[in-house]
């Protein structure tokens, strides 16, 4: 398959009480259709159609070709799945080639709304609390935490097009 391109995002859920590793992988490819393999149920198919809306809205090429996203553990039922549209949205990106940018090790967390901006998803705090322990990175939105992105290694953005803006120039790596 010479014209595939798979990316993998760093991303995390709350499940009993506890904060797990999650990664999303997007697969870009020839053919059509966008399709969310892994326990997918109608909260799942909204949450790609939220997130191909956001991509629209704010000026990205909705590839197109065939697009598969993994979110893994595909054993796991994640009660909220929009804390994935984010992830979903930057592995599209990424795998799209409409950005490039060094995301190793971050943990990216948060909803989109179809107009592009980021909307907190639930439990921002514990995946916060997470990431600052694993000295990783955090990328998402949270209206109630603020305060907490004084911490270098924690970042938050307001829209999908900032943090691809930010991305672009800044390269978003651990610390």
């Keep these: 398959m010479a014209n595939t391109i798979t990316k993998e995002v760093r991303s995390a859920f709350v499940k009993g009480g506890g904060v797990h590793n999650a990664t999303v992988r997007v697969q870009v490819s020839d053919g059509i259709g966008y399709h969310i393999i892994g326990l997918p149920d109608n ?17 990205a090429r909705v590839p197109g070709k065939k697009v598969v996203i993994s979110v893994e553990p595909v054993e796991e039922i994640k009660a909220n799945f929009s804390c994935f549209d ?59 935490c603020r305060g907490v992105y004084s911490n270098r290694n924690l970042i938050g953005f307001e ?12 390269n978003l790596l651990p610390l």
Excluded: M, N
């Design 43 to 59: 909260v799942v198919k909204e949450s790609l159609l939220r997130v191909i809306t956001a991509l629209q809205s704010i000026g």
């Design 159 to 170: 829209s999908l097009r900032h943090l691809v803006s930010y991305a672009e120039t800044c």
């Design 86 to 144: 984010l992830p979903i949205a930057v592995g599209i990106l990424l795998a799209s080639g409409q950005t490039s940018f060094e995301h190793a090790g971050a943990i990216i967390y948060g909803a989109v709304a179809i107009d592009g901006s980021l909307r907190a998803a639930g439990c921002e705090a514990s995946v916060i609390d997470r990431a600052r322990f694993e000295k990783g990175l955090f990328v998402g939105s949270c209206d109630g």
